[in-house]
């Protein structure tokens, strides 16, 4: 685990920032939409910071999106309440969780997105993957 917690994780301020996680061949992300205001947010803080160390960058991104400083990028996914958590792979978002989640319910969900960025495309991908 990384000992700076702030380089576990990316921060994400422009469009061409999230533009490039959401296309075809853009990888497996973990995208929290947060606010400085929002205690949940700021709860789930160093969770987030904690389960993002675990991880390879180069297999499953982490990326934080103030929602008061780029209010573009929340309205882009039509965030609605935060924190929102989305689950990105490739462009698609596979699942999103509102609210705030706890370091072991965030960690599931993250190897699940990281084996499903591992399965193989296809029939016998989908049946054995």
């Not at 999230?18 to 992300?29: C, D, L, R, S, T």
């Not at 990105?88 to 705030?100: A, E, F, Q, T, Y």
């Not at 599931?108 to 495309?121: C, V």
Request: aromatic letters at 8%; hydrophobic letters at 45%; one cysteine or more.
């Amino acid at each position: 685990m990384a000992a700076d917690s702030a380089a576990t994780y990316e921060d994400l301020t422009t469009p061409d920032q999230v533009e490039a996680i959401m296309q075809p061949g853009g990888g497996a992300a973990v995208l929290d939409f947060w606010s400085p205001t929002c205690g949940p947010c700021m709860a789930m803080a160093q969770d987030f910071a904690d389960v993002a160390g675990q991880f390879d960058a180069d297999e499953l991104r982490f990326c934080k999106i103030n929602t008061a400083e780029a209010s573009e990028l929340a309205m882009a996914f039509k965030i609605r309440s935060v924190p929102t958590i989305l689950f990105v792979h490739d462009g698609k978002i596979l699942d999103g969780v509102v609210g705030k989640m706890t370091a072991k319910d965030l960690g599931e969900k993250s190897e699940w997105l990281l084996a499903k960025s591992k399965r193989k495309p296809g029939l016998f991908g989908k049946l054995f993957g």
